[in-house]
């Protein structure tokens, strides 16, 4: 069974830096995935990473902050985030995909049930 769990989010002043974890089983072979949900707004996507850890993608608003990885057993999945803004406030989750690459934005299966991620400015 799939299972997604994450963690690490909380209040950050402007500037400053998050490490999201997701601690997932049952995805060993499964490309994975952050995505964010601000408060009236519809879920977006952040980064996304293979299976095999080789390949990754950013939404481009995000590229140069943001960076992905899992561990090598895939059990953990990681988004790092530096210079933290108001505007990358939401809800984190991280989501799985059985694809053999990099997912398209609507073949992930699996979703956890998000961290918090706050802002101030």
């Known amino acids: 069974q799939v299972q997604l769990v994450e963690s690490g989010g909380g209040l950050v002043q402007a500037g400053g830096s998050l490490r999201l974890s997701c601690a997932a089983s049952?995805?060993?072979?499964?490309?994975m995935g952050w995505f964010r949900q601000a408060p009236g707004k519809e879920r977006e996507f952040v980064a996304a990473?293979?299976?095999?850890?080789?390949?990754?993608d950013y939404a481009e608003s995000e590229k140069g902050r943001f960076t992905i990885s899992r561990d090598s057993f895939n059990s953990t999945l990681y988004l790092q985030i530096h210079s933290l803004q108001p505007e990358d406030t939401g809800v984190y989750s991280c989501?799985?995909?059985?694809?053999?690459?990099?997912?398209?934005?609507?073949?992930?299966?699996?979703w956890g049930q998000g961290t918090q991620v706050t802002v101030s400015s």
């Open positions: 990473i293979s299976w095999t850890g080789r390949s990754t």
């Open positions: 989501a799985a995909a059985g694809v053999g690459g990099i997912p398209r934005r609507n073949e992930y299966n699996y």
């Open positions: 049952g995805v060993s072979s499964y490309a």
